[in-house]
Structures are given as C-alpha cells and as structure tokens.
C-alpha cells in the first residue's frame, strides 16, 4: 500500500478531508435530530424553523450522504482496509481510528 502514497495505517490521517466531512455531516445530523425533537414538543411549531427542518432533511439524506459514498468509496475502503491489516492500539487516536475503520 505505500505504492498508493499512504504512510501510516491511521484512517482518520489517510482520509484527511474526507473525514473532515464526514464529521461535518454528523454535525449537522445532529442538529436536524435536535430540532426534529424540539418540534415534537412544540404544538405549533414556527413556519421558518420547519422550513429549515425540511431543508435541512433534504439536504441531509439525498444530497450529502450520497455525495459522500460516492466519492470516498475507494478511499473509505483503502483507509479501512490498511487500519485492519495492522491494528495499533498505543493511543486514544489509533484506537478512535480503528473504531471508525
């Protein structure tokens, strides 16, 4: 795999932006849950804030989440495929990896 250019068998470090995004995207799923649970509460929710809630959705589950497996499979499945081959287990980060991969 060094033929690739990959150093180290950290996929958090080998998918770089990718993973940036990915985290991102939790984020922002996240806030969606949030404000899915808030409007449950509410009897009436506002007009803007479902609005951006349905956005929000859309965004979330057709664009976003397709976007990013399609255009990270192969490096998802390098990453993941090098963080196996050789599990390190000597810090957090390398353990937190692993567990993405």
């Known amino acids: 795999m060094e033929d690739l250019g990959y150093e180290s068998h950290n996929a958090i470090k ?3 932006t990718l993973a940036l995004l990915v985290s991102w995207y939790c984020i922002k799923l996240l806030i969606y849950f949030i ?3 808030v409007h449950s ?5 506002f007009v803007q ?3 951006i809630e ?3 959705a859309k965004q979330l589950f057709f664009t976003e989440l397709i976007v990013i497996f399609i255009e990270g ?3 998802f499945l390098i990453a993941g495929y090098l963080n196996n081959r050789r599990v390190l287990t ?3 980060g ?4 692993f567990l993405l991969a």
């Not at 509460?41 to 929710?45: A, D, K, V």
Request: glycine content about 4%; proline content about 4%; hydrophobic content about 35%.
């Open 14 to 16: 080998n998918l770089g």
């Open 35 to 37: 404000m899915r649970l």
């Open 41 to 45: 509460s509410e009897r009436r929710p």
């Open 49 to 51: 804030s479902k609005k």
């Open 54 to 56: 349905r956005w929000l």
């Open 73 to 75: 499979f192969l490096e």
């Open 90 to 92: 000597s810090t957090f």
């Open 94 to 97: 390398e353990v937190f990896s």
